[in-house]
C-alpha cells in the first residue's frame, strides 16, 4: 500500500471514432504518431496504455497516461504538442470524440508479483483487465465525503478486492485535478481503477463479498450520489519509438505521411516497398538521436532481423539485401538503424565504445518493445557490435552473424584510424568527402568490384562522404584498444555464424577470422566466406552473400 507522491497523476483520455473514419487510419495515427510522440518525454509520461472498451458502451477507447507531476501538464513542454499538431493529426482528431480528464493519484495497492505493463512483453501485458468506476460525492450535505470514501477504498473494499483471483492493482484517484483549480468545471468524484490478469475471478465468490458489507452500504447511502462502472481490456502499449506495422499495412498508398516534427515517415502495407515505418530513438544514456527504419512482415508477432552497419555507412548500405531477403523471407520483421556516429554526436562529445554501441541496440529494441531479436546481422564495426552485443544481452537474440571484423584491435590499427581522422578533418573538413571516401571504398572492395560495378562503387562513395566528421571521429574510436577474444567464450544459448568477403584486407581478415572463431562459447562458431568480395560482401555481392547466409537465418 502506498500513498501518492506529491503531483503523481494521470492524463485519461476516452476517444470515440466517428463514422466515416476508418479504425486502421485511426489506429495507426495513434500508435505511431501520438502516443511515441507522448512518451518521448519520460520526464511527464511515465507510460501509456490503450484499452479497448468490453461492456459494449461507449466510447469504445481510453487512452491512460501516468504523470510524474501534474503540474508538468501546463508547462510549454506538453501545451506546445497540443499546438503543433500535425496536419494528419488535426485531420484525424477532428473525426473523433475526444474527453480528457485529470486526474491526481491518491493511494495505490499492488499485488506482490505486480509488473507495470511498460515492463512487460507484449504477450505478458495484453488482454489485462481494467475495472474503472467513478463515484460522485454528496459535498453539499456531507462536506467530508472524499475523505470518508476514500477511507473506505483503502481500508476495507481494496483490500478485499486483493483477494479476488487475478487482482493486479487498484488505484484511487481524484478529479478535478488540483492543477485545474478550485473553480474547475464538473463535480468531484473519486475514481478507482481496478487491474487483473486476463483470466480472473471477477464476479466470484472474492468479488461479491467486498460489494455486500455493511460498510460499504453505509458509504453509498450516506457519501455517494452516483456510480459509473466501464471494463476495459489492454490492447495496446506505447513505447517512445513508432512500430505499429499492422494498421499501416491496412491502409492506401495515398495514406503516406512523413513530416519533421515529429520526424516521422509512413509508408502503407499498399505501397509496393511497404509498409515501412522510419523515425528516431534518444538514447536514454546521453541523449543521442538514432535513426531507424522497421518494414516487412506486419504481425507485431513476427521474429525480428535487424541489421548493424559498417562505421562511415548508413542504413541505406543493406538496401540490396533487404530487397532479397523481403521477398525470401516475408515472415520477418526487418529492422536497422543508423550507428552511432553517422549523424550528430552528443554533447559533450564523448569517445564510442563497443559497450555504448551495443547499449544503443538495446536501447533501440526496449524503445520499439522488442524483448528478443531472431537474428542479429552486422558488418565491420558493425560486426564487433554484433559479437557484443551476444556477449552482453544473450537473452535478447536468438542468434547472430558477425562478418568482417576482428575479435580484438591492434597498435597499428588504432594509428590507421588517427590517420584517417587527419585527412576527413583536413581541409575544413571537406577531406572526408574528397579524399577519404574514395580511398576508402577502394580499401574495402573487391577489385571485381571496383572494375565492373562502377554504380556499387559510386552509391559507396556517396554514402561514405556524406558522413559527419564530428561523428567519424568520435565513433571511430570504439576500434581502438578493444578485444573480445576473452569475453566471447562465455556466450552461451547464441548461435554464431561468422561471414568474411574473400578479398577482404586481400585476405587477411579470412585468416583473421579463421583465428578466433573457434572461441565463441563452447563448439565456436563456422566462418563462411562470400566470392568475389571485399569488406561489405552484402553491397558487392548481395545475392552472394545471402546464399552463404539463407539457411542460417
Known amino acids: 500500500m502506498a500513498a501518492a507522491k506529491n503531483g503523481q497523476g494521470m492524463l485519461y483520455v476516452t476517444m470515440q471514432p466517428q463514422e466515416g473514419l476508418s479504425l486502421d487510419q485511426f489506429h495507426e495515427w495513434y500508435n505511431n504518431e501520438h502516443g511515441p510522440t507522448r512518451l518521448r518525454l519520460p520526464q511527464i509520461f511515465s507510460n501509456g496504455l490503450r484499452y479497448q472498451a468490453t461492456d459494449g458502451q461507449q466510447p469504445h477507447f481510453l487512452a491512460a497516461y501516468d504523470v510524474t507531476d501534474m503540474a508538468h501538464l501546463l508547462t510549454p513542454t506538453y501545451l506546445d504538442l497540443r499546438a503543433n499538431r500535425s496536419p494528419r493529426e488535426a485531420e484525424t482528431i477532428g473525426q473523433v470524440k475526444v474527453d480528457r480528464f485529470f486526474f491526481d493519484l491518491v493511494w495505490t495497492q499492488e499485488a506482490p508479483s505486480f509488473k507495470p505493463a511498460e515492463q512487460c512483453t507484449d504477450a505478458e501485458a495484453e488482454g489485462r483487465v481494467l475495472v474503472a468506476v467513478d463515484v460522485s460525492l454528496n459535498l453539499t450535505q456531507e462536506p467530508d465525503a472524499a475523505e470518508k470514501v476514500i477511507q473506505w477504498y483503502e481500508e476495507e473494499h481494496i483490500p478485499m478486492l486483493s483477494k479476488i483471483p487475478g487482482w493486479l492493482r487498484s488505484r484511487v484517484l481524484r478529479t478535478p485535478s488540483s492543477i485545474e483549480g478550485s473553480n474547475a468545471a464538473g463535480e468531484t468524484k473519486i475514481i478507482t481503477l481496478h487491474e487483473y490478469a486476463p483470466q480472473n475471478g471477477l464476479g466470484g465468490p472474492e468479488h461479491k463479498a467486498s460489494m455486500d458489507t455493511p460498510w460499504r452500504t453505509e458509504v453509498f447511502n450516506k457519501y455517494i450520489t452516483a456510480k459509473g462502472r466501464r471494463t476495459y481490456s489492454l490492447f495496446y502499449v506505447f513505447g517512445p519509438a513508432p512500430r505499429d506495422l499492422k494498421h499501416l499495412a491496412a491502409l492506401p498508398a495515398s495514406a503516406a505521411f512523413s513530416a519533421v516534427s515529429p520526424r516521422l515517415t509512413t509508408t502503407p502495407g499498399t505501397s509496393p516497398d511497404g509498409p515501412i515505418i522510419s523515425s528516431y530513438i534518444t538514447t536514454p544514456h546521453d541523449g543521442l538521436t538514432i535513426p531507424y527504419q522497421l518494414e516487412g512482415n506486419p504481425s507485431p508477432s513476427a521474429p525480428v532481423i535487424a541489421f548493424s552497419n559498417s562505421l562511415l555507412t548508413s542504413l541505406h548500405m543493406w538496401d540490396p539485401l533487404i ?135 559510386e552509391w559507396m562513395t556517396e554514402m561514405v562522404g556524406g558522413n559527419s566528421v564530428d561523428g567519424f571521429r568520435w565513433s571511430c574510436q570504439a576500434l581502438w584498444g578493444y578485444d573480445l577474444r576473452e569475453r566471447m567464450r562465455d556466450v552461451k544459448g547464441v548461435e554464431g555464424l561468422f561471414v568474411v568477403g574473400e578479398g577482404d584486407g586481400k585476405g587477411a581478415l579470412v585468416k583473421a577470422m579463421e583465428g578466433f572463431r573457434g572461441g565463441l562459447g563452447e563448439k565456436g562458431g563456422e566462418l563462411r566466406v562470400v566470392k568475389e568480395a571485399g569488406h561489405l560482401p552484402m553491397c558487392e555481392c548481395p545475392e552472394g552473400f545471402w546464399e552463404v547466409v539463407r539457411d542460417f537465418i
Open 323 to 457: 530487397k532479397i531477403l523481403k521477398t525470401a523471407r516475408p515472415d520477418l520483421r526487418i529492422l536497422r538503424y543508423d550507428t552511432r556516429g553517422r549523424h550528430s554526436v552528443p554533447s559533450p562529445p564523448q569517445p564510442a565504445t563497443l559497450d555504448l554501441l551495443a547499449d544503443d541496440l538495446a536501447s533501440l529494441l526496449d524503445a520499439l518493445r522488442i524483448d528478443r531479436l531472431q537474428t542479429l546481422v552486422g558488418v565491420s564495426m558493425g560486426g564487433a557490435t554484433t559479437l557484443n552485443f551476444a556477449i552482453r544481452y544473450p537473452s535478447r537474440l536468438q542468434k547472430f552473424v558477425a562478418c568482417d571484423f576482428n575479435a580484438s584491435s591492434s597498435e597499428a590499427n588504432t594509428q590507421a584510424w588517427k590517420e584517417r581522422i587527419a585527412v576527413a578533418e583536413a581541409d575544413q573538413g571537406r577531406g572526408l568527402k574528397e579524399q577519404l571516401a574514395g580511398v576508402t571504398v577502394e580499401r574495402w572492395f573487391h577489385p571485381n568490384t571496383m572494375e565492373t560495378k562502377k554504380e556499387v562503387v
